[in-house]
């Protein structure tokens, strides 16, 4: 089964043109999130949160607490400033996957200290177990034949970008989220574009066709 989930329909958060602790911050939220409460779309497998977040130069995340969730970043476009009470402090470029493993509890900041727009998709998954010590693995320029996993979540991340007419395989999985970071692509009979997902359950045999040149995240999940 394919589920898809349209860019446009995705919960609007931040204040972009704001004063306040969110301004200069859009955010849009492909699950119930915040105070954008959807009791029918609480999470997929282990995925809780996948947010596009667009800070403008100067905008940010003041410091934040986060506590057994598994929180993996992809930049798109800019640099990401990141800073935790761990002790990790990095800067993340785009095509950088960055995890932070809030384990027991852990804060961060999270900014855009550049002077041009800063675009990041952040996704959070819930571990098998809770607990542990807060770790940061940050991974520069991860290449599309190597997936990154998440043991502890039971997901796998796999990055493609495909070139105008190529196809890629769809992970045979129990299930599979699909999320378009640009261009577009055909799934199952249904074409994406940019900021479009899908939620596949008893993922076989399926493929992506890019229609033009167009990057996906894919997660493999070992349940849903």
Not at 71 to 80: K, N, Y
Not at 140 to 162: E, K, N, W
Request: overall charge negative; aromatic content about 6%; glycine content about 14%.
């Amino acid at each position: 089964m394919i589920d898809v989930r349209r860019s446009r329909d995705r919960f609007r958060g931040g204040d972009p043109g704001g004063t306040g602790d969110s301004a200069g911050i859009e955010t849009l939220h492909a699950f119930s999130f915040g105070r954008f409460y959807d009791p029918d779309n609480l999470r997929f497998g282990p995925i809780l949160a996948c947010n596009e977040e667009r800070l403008a130069p100067g905008a940010g995340f003041g410091e934040h607490p986060h506590s057994h969730t598994e929180i993996v970043t992809w930049v798109v476009e800019g640099e990401l400033t990141h800073r935790d009470t761990a002790g990790h402090a990095s800067v993340v470029r785009a095509g950088d996957v960055q995890h932070l493993s809030s384990a027991g509890g852990v804060r961060h900041v999270e900014r855009n200290d550049g002077d041009v727009p800063l675009t990041f998709v952040q996704m959070w998954l819930a571990p098998s177990e809770a607990g542990g010590e807060p770790s940061y693995t940050h991974v520069a320029g991860i290449a599309d034949s190597t997936p990154y996993a998440l043991p502890g979540a039971g997901a796998m991340l796999h990055v493609r970008r495909i070139a105008e007419g190529e196809r890629t395989a769809v992970p045979d999985a129990v299930g599979v989220y699909v999320h378009v970071v640009r261009g577009r692509v055909a799934l199952g009979g249904e074409e994406l574009g940019a900021g479009d997902s899908a939620r596949i359950t008893g993922a076989k045999g399926l493929e992506l066709s890019a229609a033009v040149p167009a990057e996906v995240l894919l997660w493999e999940l070992a349940s849903v």
